[in-house]
Structure formats: structure tokens, C-alpha cells
């Protein structure tokens, strides 16, 4: 069976039927699967070919049940948010979907749209976006809040509040991920993004790090993300500045977060924080892959059986 889907992933460059396999969905929803050499080639350097094969799936489904024609279509970032902008375009070629619009969240989405045919446009404050997709680091089980901004990213380079604000303009957002990034009791790194230095009371970011520290203590541990080479509680002596001129802190939880939702209100609350990597409060869904199949889950029904 490996070797079958591995074939069926890398032996075209058109997207074609593969026979033999079936999506089973949530809310009785099937669908034949469709795989291409380009769509494997694009994320091949961030999952391994199966897995592209079951992302690529959750990638379609999510294209095929919430994008219509007319739509302005928020496009996220990651190896599923590529996945499904080249599915998009292709159905666009195809004309079974019209007069659709992207908004881009980050210079790899404008690209893959570009490369897919779609109209693009940078996001920006206040743009109208009827639907968006994107990959999550992690998903929280039974809220659907979710994480992002763990990717490695180059002085210089926006951070992740393109992305959430795109998310948070959007009338409906649906997260795709592997079954993999869907957990209880989430660990690791929440990206918080804080000023260099804080005017509002003459401190810098080592301040707002220590609160952050205060506010956790026992359950995380605060660093400073470098530009390159060894991370460590200060950065190095690299420290990654982004485009806004922030440093971001990775917050390593090191226990189990009880509620995501709570840790957001309370990095909301400290001076000196301008964003995090915490997407909660919002209507979303998630489009999980597995093994053989996609389940489409909301809040109220975000438990896998």
C-alpha cells in the first residue's frame, strides 16, 4: 500500500484520479484523491511523501467544501496552505471555480499563488476576506485554538502577525494539519512577539520577558529565539530581529497547557507583548489528515472518535 500511494504522489505531473483509494469524512462526505508531482515536490522538504499524500487530501477537501466562486480566499502558509493554493488553481483552470480572489499572508503564499494561476493581493488592515486556510504548529483538542509561528524565520523577515491578523479578518478559517498536530494538554514553544524596548515603562525586552517568566513560573521557560546558532535564554549574540523590529520569545512550555485560551489572556495583559502565536475565540474549523482519511471537526463536534 505504501509503495502504491508513493506512485500514485510521484508519477505524474498532472493531478489524475488514484483508484484504489477512498476518503472517509466526517458527516458521511467521501471523495476520491488526487496526487501530482508538483504538489509532492513543493512540501517535500517539510513531510515525507504519505504524508503529502493524506495533507494533499485534507488540502482538497478543504478547497472543494468551503471555497466558492466570487470568493475572496485568504491564503495561509505551510506544506497543506501550498498544497491546497495549487489545488485552488488548479480548479480555477479547470473552471469549476470563477472569479476568485487570494489574499496572501506571506511572500511563499503570493508565490505559490502566482505559480497557480490565482489573482493575489497582499494582505492588508481591514480587507474583506470571506474564507482563509492555513497550516497550524498545533491544534488544541475540544477548542480548536490553535498555535502558529514556530517556523524558523530570517532577520529581517514579517513574523507571524500577518498571518494572524489575515486569519482573524476572515468570516470562516479552517485550519489543515496532520492528526499529528491535533492534541490534548498541548507543550512547546507559544512565539510571543515583544518590543525591543517598552516605553510605557522605560524598560526593553528582558522586562517583558521576566514578567512573562513570573507569569509561568514552574510551567515554562522563557529564551529569546536567535537569528542562528545555538538558542538559549538571551538569544546569543544574534538575537533574531523581524521586519517590525521585535524580538520574538519562545515560550517552552514545559508541562501541559490546561487552556490555551487562559495563556492567551494572560500574555494579552503584560506590557511590552505585541502579539503571540495564539489563535483562540474565533469560529474555526480543522481539516485533519490521517491515514486514508479526512475528518472535518468544529467546536461542536472537535473530538476525534
Known amino acids: 500500500m505504501e509503495a ?4 500514485c504522489a510521484t ?3 498532472q493531478l489524475r484520479p488514484c483508484p484504489s483509494r477512498n476518503l472517509k469524512v466526517r458527516h458521511v462526505l467521501r471523495f476520491p484523491c488526487y496526487h501530482g508531482r508538483r504538489a509532492v515536490a513543493c ?3 517539510a513531510v515525507d511523501d504519505a504524508d503529502v499524500v493524506d495533507l494533499f487530501d485534507a488540502a482538497k477537501l478543504t478547497v472543494d467544501r468551503f471555497v466558492e466562486s466570487g470568493m475572496v480566499v485568504g491564503l495561509g502558509s505551510g506544506p497543506a496552505s501550498a498544497l491546497a493554493i495549487q489545488y485552488l488553481g488548479t480548479r480555477l483552470r479547470r473552471g469549476s471555480l470563477t472569479d476568485i480572489v487570494g489574499i496572501s499572508s506571506s511572500v511563499l503564499s503570493a508565490s505559490e499563488a502566482d505559480m497557480a494561476g490565482i489573482r493575489v493581493t497582499s494582505y492588508k488592515e481591514g480587507a474583506r476576506i470571506d474564507f482563509a ?3 497550524a504548529d498545533v491544534i488544541e483538542e475540544g477548542t480548536l485554538a490553535a498555535v502558529i509561528g514556530r517556523r524558523k524565520i530570517e532577520n529581517g523577515e514579517p513574523s507571524f502577525t500577518v498571518d494572524k491578523a489575515m486569519i482573524k479578518s476572515a468570516e470562516k478559517l479552517a485550519f489543515v494539519v496532520g492528526t499529528d498536530k491535533y492534541v490534548t494538554g498541548i507543550e512547546g514553544s507559544i512565539p510571543v512577539l515583544v518590543k525591543s524596548r517598552n516605553r510605557s515603562f522605560q524598560g526593553n525586552w528582558i522586562d517583558t520577558a521576566e514578567e512573562i517568566d513570573d507569569l509561568f513560573l514552574g510551567d515554562a521557560e522563557v529564551w529569546r529565539r536567535p537569528s542562528f546558532g545555538t538558542a538559549g535564554p538571551l538569544g546569543g549574540d544574534h538575537p533574531l530581529v523581524t521586519k517590525e523590529g521585535h524580538h520574538i520569545l519562545d515560550v517552552i512550555f514545559t508541562t501541559p497547557i490546561p487552556d490555551l485560551g487562559k495563556v492567551a489572556e494572560g500574555l494579552d495583559k503584560i506590557s511590552g507583548v505585541v502579539d503571540h502565536g495564539i489563535i483562540s475565540g474565533i469560529q474555526s474549523y480543522a481539516v485533519i489528515a490521517s491515514k ?3 475528518q472535518v471537526l468544529d467546536e461542536k463536534a472537535s473530538v476525534i472518535p
Open 133 to 135: 486556510f492555513t497550516d
Open 4 to 7: 502504491m500511494v508513493r506512485a
Open 11 to 13: 508519477s505524474s505531473s
Open 292 to 294: 486514508g482519511e479526512v
Open 43 to 45: 512540501s517535500a522538504s
